[in-house]
T-cell receptor, first 113, second 117 residues
Framework: GQQLNQSPQSMFIQEGEDVSMNCTSS?????WLWYKQDPGEGPVLLIA?????ELTSNGRLTAQFGITRKDSFLNISASIPSDVGIYFC?????????????FGTGTRLTIIP | GAVVSQHPSWVICKSGTSVKIECRSL??????MFWYRQFPKQSLMLMAT?????????EQGVEKDKFLINHASLTLSTLTVTSAHPEDSSFYIC?????????????FGNGTRLTVT
């Protein structure tokens, strides 16, 4: 199946650092979502973006829906140990209804003590 | 918030047996649920879309006779892995959206780790 290209694939940072990751697609999406997955658990929704150019924050997290509708980025400010995990972007063609998601390849975040 | 519950959280079965995984929406109703499979260190890949009261829609390359899906009510979908083989060992995750909430995003269950010996 189709996947979105997500970068970087992995990140090793120190606590307190800011984090930036992005997701690109060859095709347009009308909804972008960012999820975090901890080991052995399902993904948890972090931020949902529904409009091109939209910039949305959720605490220390900020995400933007690219103006071309083919990309999105997620920033995490002042990282803390509980930010460790795998972050996935996901694209959806519609804003409503039961449209399936296409997931990115994931970014694994590790905090170095 | 919307809660999706999966059961069991892990299961070990012998090769050739069948395993049923349940996905429930606890505080909302969902006409559609999605089943994903995730191999170690990989992303989530959609297997099929489960439709309440009708047949599931399978993604290309997913055998419908091997992965039986039943969506008998607005709060329950089941995935049965029939005649399981070691290569079916994976992390299976379901997701659902609140059909009554406009623009509500998909929420995921906590997954089921299947190990086939």
């Amino acid at each position: 199946g189709q996947q979105l290209n997500q970068s970087p694939q992995s990140m090793f940072i120190q606590e307190g650092e800011d984090v930036s990751m992005n997701c690109t697609s060859s095709s347009i999406f009308n909804t972008w979502l960012w999820y975090k997955q901890d080991p052995g658990e399902g993904p948890v929704l972090l931020i949902a973006l529904y409009k091109a150019g939209e910039l949305t924050s959720n605490g220390r997290l900020t995400a933007q829906f690219g103006i071309t509708r083919k990309d999105s980025f997620l920033n995490i400010s002042a990282s803390i140990p509980s930010d460790v995990g795998i972050y996935f972007c996901a694209g959806q063609l519609t804003n409503f209804g039961n449209e399936k998601l296409t997931f990115g390849t994931g970014t694994r975040l590790t905090i170095i003590p | 918030g919307a809660v999706v519950s999966q059961h069991p959280s892990w299961v070990i079965c012998k090769s050739g047996t069948s395993v049923k995984i349940e996905c429930r929406s606890l505080d909302f109703q969902a006409t559609t649920m999605f089943w994903y499979r995730q191999f170690p260190k990989q992303s989530l890949m959609l297997m099929a879309t489960s439709n309440e009261g009708s047949k599931a829609t399978y993604e290309q390359g997913v055998e419908k006779d091997k992965f039986l899906i039943n969506h008998a009510s607005l709060t329950l979908s089941t995935l049965t892995v029939t005649s399981a083989h070691p290569e079916d060992s994976s992390f299976y995750i379901c997701s659902a959206r609140d059909m009554a909430a406009y623009n509500s995003p998909l929420h995921f269950g906590n997954g089921t780790r299947l190990t086939v010996t």
